[in-house]
């Protein structure tokens, strides 16, 4: 009765290529390729990501204890109070 929907028009000079689902593979090459490339981005990133939060952790940590620290009374301030 016609063209079914998809091909109701004749475009020259165009070629597609299509893959059939079934002959598709979901994960080609996971464990071969996957897991070293994921290894080899995390060591190039690491230098990059790490430092910056080793100073926040620093930087953390130091402002508790000396907020610890403030919130102490001074024992000799108080040697001669009865």
């Known amino acids: ?8 028009t004749r475009v020259r000079h165009v070629i ?9 593979r979901a994960f080609p090459h996971f464990f ?15 230098l990059r990501v790490v430092p910056p939060f080793v ?7 130091w402002g508790n204890e000396e907020f610890e620290k403030s919130k102490r009374k001074n024992p000799a ?3 001669h109070d009865k």
């Open 1 to 8: 009765m016609g063209r079914e929907f998809g091909n109701l």
């Open 16 to 24: 597609s290529y299509s893959l059939s689902p079934f002959e598709q």
């Open 32 to 46: 071969s390729k996957g897991i070293p490339n994921l290894l080899r981005r995390t060591r190039e990133s690491v």
């Open 55 to 61: 100073v926040f952790y620093l930087v953390y940590t």
């Open 77 to 79: 301030a108080y040697e």
